[in-house]
């Protein structure tokens, strides 16, 4: 059996101006049915969802109406708006629409019969209220017992489809709501703004639309881009923008907000902001993006910042240049096995790596697992925790070296071999050392735990009285 619902939400918010006008508060609770079903249109003030194909899915009306208002309150409580939801049930659109506007004039327990809802109810009826008033017609069943050829000659033949199309005669036909490919939108701000921090009321009325684009089409933000547009009496741009990225995808937007006002702390605007714009750069589509959004535990919530997102948020505050992280460099030496580079740049470059193999689905998956596998044969060599800035000449005893007493030989040698050695702060192509030849042993110290000692030998011909080999201390193990 069909079973259509009609929605109507209303919010009111603790402080400042209106989250969004009445056309915007439509399009999200719109947006956020469609994770319930496809087939949501927008009727006059109402959103009505076709629900036939999604009951057993969800468990039931009553269920699904219910996970359908906790979504609605969730969201807007999310960005500190109160929502106030009216909903109805029918075996028809128009029905339901009926209902739900009999309840907003006369709000009580129970549902009205189809036959009682007065003629208010229905949208066709509205321009002949006055004469159907006089003829003494007040409900749908009223209507009905009328002659068809006569309602049709005197009131047109619209308001008949319009009773057809309520009792079920003939199809109920919607324009269906299909968000777009990419989210923009564009706001007029309340007043013109002149500092940067200013702009977060603007942007965050932007930002709940967002949210609720992303949920209705399942998907997580990795970047958008907020536009400025400054007052053209001043002679300088038309306009300032700046871009957010982020690692993971983000559907709940509490982090992207942060971002968004650490990078507006810092700008300065050369002229008023009469108007904020917003655009999504780059999406994509969760996976488990309903199961996400519909749980109200707070134990399967997220508890605190990951760590991606609190070196996203200090880079925006402190900038690139100051969060740093190493990242390993395809080199047999020690000291140039790694190099320091923005920790958001490398956090970015090895989320869109994931994201590439992802797509490429489980042919990359087997590529990785078969590259695993041959950088685990490469492990043979044990590699310490901390190397010193410059390598430690240590005393010897016989053909072993000394370090605080007596050292205990545990693995090795590993020939490393080079034609130079490049140590920290020396310019790349500057020869340090002659081609050498180093042989690394892991030795144990009893005051100084695990050593990473090397000794050198030089290739060419040395006198005899230099033939013993040099011991260096270059790192240590936790």
Same mark, same amino acid.
């Given at each position: 059996?069909?079973?259509?619902i009609a929605l109507?939400t209303?919010?009111?918010?603790?402080?400042g101006?209106?989250?969004?006008?009445?056309?915007?508060?439509?399009?999200?609770?719109?947006s956020?049915?469609?994770?319930?079903?496809?087939?949501?249109?927008m009727v *006059?003030?109402?959103?009505l969802?076709?629900?036939?194909?999604?009951l057993?899915l969800f468990?039931?009306?009553?269920?699904?109406?219910?996970?359908l208002?906790q979504?609605i309150?969730?969201?807007f409580?999310?960005n500190?708006?109160l929502?106030?939801?009216?909903?109805?049930?029918?075996?028809?659109?128009? &029905?339901? !629409?009926?209902?739900?506007?009999?309840?907003?004039g006369?709000?009580?327990p129970?549902? @009205?019969?189809?036959?009682?809802?007065?003629?208010h109810?229905l @949208?066709?009826?509205?321009?002949?209220?006055?004469?159907?008033?006089?003829i003494?017609?007040?409900?749908?069943?009223?209507?009905?017992?009328?002659?068809?050829?006569g309602? $049709?000659?005197?009131?047109?033949?619209?308001?008949?489809?319009?009773?057809d199309?309520?009792?079920?005669?003939l199809?109920?036909?919607?324009?269906?709501l299909?968000l777009?490919?990419?989210?923009?939108?564009k706001?007029?701000?309340?007043?013109?703004?002149?500092?940067?921090?200013?702009?977060?009321? =603007?942007?965050?009325?932007l930002l709940?639309g967002?949210?609720?684009?992303?949920l209705?089409?399942?998907?997580g &933000?990795?970047?958008?881009r907020? @536009?400025?547009?400054?007052d053209?009496?001043?002679?300088?741009?038309?306009?300032?923008?700046?871009d957010?990225?982020?690692?993971?995808?983000?559907? *709940?937007?509490?982090h992207?907000?942060?971002?968004?006002?650490e990078?507006?702390?810092?700008?300065?605007?050369?002229?008023?902001?009469?108007?904020?714009s917003?655009?999504?750069l780059?999406?994509?589509?969760?996976?488990d993006?309903?199961?996400a959004?519909t749980?109200l535990l707070?134990? $399967?919530?997220?508890q605190?910042?990951s760590a991606?997102?609190?070196?996203e948020r200090?880079?925006?505050?402190?900038?690139?240049?100051?969060?740093?992280?190493?990242?390993?460099c $395809?080199?047999?030496?020690?000291?140039?096995?790694?190099?320091?580079?923005?920790?958001?740049?490398?956090?970015?470059?090895?989320?869109?790596?994931?994201?590439?193999?992802?797509?490429?689905g489980?042919?990359?998956?087997?590529?990785m697992?078969?590259?695993?596998?041959?950088?685990a044969?490469?492990?043979?060599?044990?590699?310490?925790?901390?190397?010193?800035?410059?390598?430690i000449r240590?005393?010897a005893?016989?053909?072993?070296?000394?370090?605080? =007493?007596?050292?205990?030989r545990?693995?090795?040698?590993?020939?490393?071999?080079?034609?130079?050695?490049?140590m920290n702060?020396?310019a790349?192509g500057?020869?340090?050392?002659?081609?050498? &030849?180093? *042989?690394?042993?892991i030795y144990?110290?009893?005051q100084?735990g695990? !050593?990473?000692?090397?000794?050198?030998? !030089?290739p060419?011909?040395?006198?005899? *009285?230099?033939q013993?080999?040099?011991?260096?201390?270059?790192?240590?193990?936790?």
């Open positions: 059996m069909p079973c259509w109507q209303a919010i009111t918010t603790e402080s101006p209106a989250l969004m006008d009445e056309a915007a508060l439509q399009r999200t609770v719109a956020l049915a469609l994770g319930f079903t496809p087939r949501v249109a *006059d003030e109402a959103v969802l076709d629900v036939t194909g999604s057993r468990g039931g009306l009553a269920r699904l109406m219910q996970l208002a979504r309150a969730l969201f409580e999310s500190r708006a929502a106030l939801i009216w909903r109805a049930q029918g075996a028809t659109s128009l &029905i339901a !629409l009926g209902r739900l506007r009999h309840a907003a006369k709000p009580g129970g549902r @009205t019969r189809v036959a009682d809802l007065p003629m109810t @949208t066709a009826a509205r321009p002949h209220l006055g004469v159907l008033e006089r003494g017609c007040r409900s749908w069943d009223d209507l009905l017992r009328l002659p068809r050829d309602v $049709a000659r005197r009131f047109g033949a619209e308001l008949l489809e319009a009773l199309r309520a009792r079920g005669s199809p109920d036909n919607h324009d269906w299909v777009p490919e990419h989210f923009e939108e706001i007029e701000l309340n007043a013109l703004v002149t500092h940067g921090p200013a702009l977060m009321a =603007g942007a965050e009325r709940a967002l949210h609720a684009w992303l209705g089409r399942q998907s &933000i990795c970047a958008l907020l @536009t400025w547009h400054l053209k009496r001043r002679d300088v741009v038309p306009s300032g923008e700046m957010v990225r982020t690692a993971q995808p983000a559907q *709940d937007l509490r992207v907000t942060r971002l968004i006002a990078h507006l702390a810092q700008q300065q605007l050369p002229a008023p902001v009469h108007s904020l917003l655009r999504s780059v999406t994509e589509p969760l996976v993006a309903a199961a959004t749980s707070m134990e $399967a919530r997220r605190g910042d991606v997102e609190l070196i200090l880079s925006a505050r402190l900038g690139p240049a100051q969060v740093q992280a190493w990242q390993p $395809a080199d047999h030496r020690p000291e140039q096995m790694q190099r320091w580079v923005s920790a958001q740049g490398a956090i970015q470059l090895i989320a869109g790596g994931a994201r590439q193999t992802r797509a490429r489980q042919k990359g998956l087997k590529k697992e078969a590259g695993a596998e041959e950088g044969a490469r492990t043979d060599a044990l590699y310490p925790t901390w190397l010193l800035p410059e390598p240590l005393a005893v016989g053909d072993s070296p000394v370090y605080q =007493g007596p050292l205990l545990l693995a090795g040698p590993q020939r490393l071999e080079a034609s130079g050695w490049l702060g020396e790349a500057v020869r340090s050392k002659p081609a050498a &030849i180093r *042989d690394y042993f144990r110290s009893q100084a695990l !050593l990473w000692i090397f000794s050198e030998r !030089l060419v011909p040395q006198p005899a *009285d230099t013993r080999r040099a011991w260096y201390l270059h790192g240590f193990f936790a």
